[in-house]
């Protein structure tokens, strides 16, 4: 019903930035809490950051605060997350994704819909 569409992924050097966003279609963005995750290769997906629907009280796991930011858009149906600051430990494919939950969503199985996702490489 959702669909989810990254882009903004590429090669950067360590200390660099990168700003991926992602377009929501076919159903009512303001109604999805959002989120992005990662998954590099040989690890499991997990949570990078999360968004309420309202856009307030953003979620940052440990290893990205005060380095990324998540933002979104309900008027433009987007969702964006600024990468300050990268290092290699930041590479891998980076999925947004959307859960019917109000506030933020944390687990991986709350979230209904994901995008295809999008390669982040940051190189030392």
């Known amino acids: 019903q959702v669909q989810l569409v990254e882009s903004g992924g590429g090669l950067v050097q360590a200390g660099g930035s990168l700003r991926l966003s992602c377009a929501a279609s076919g159903g009512t963005f303001s109604n999805y809490a959002m989120g992005w995750f990662r998954q590099a290769p040989g690890k499991e997906r997990g949570l990078v950051a999360a968004?309420?629907?309202?856009?307030?009280?953003?979620y940052y796991v440990d290893s990205v605060k005060g380095r990324f930011t998540i933002a979104r858009d309900n008027a433009k149906n987007t969702v964006a997350l600024q990468m300050n600051n990268l290092n290699p430990e930041d590479t891998a494919v980076y999925y947004c994704?959307?859960?019917?939950?109000?506030?933020?969503?944390?687990?991986?199985?709350?979230?209904?819909?994901w995008g295809q996702g999008t390669q982040v490489t940051v190189s030392s």
């Open positions: 968004i309420s629907r309202s856009g307030r009280g953003p």
């Open positions: 994704a959307a859960s019917p939950r109000v506030l933020v969503a944390l687990l991986l199985n709350e979230y209904n819909y």
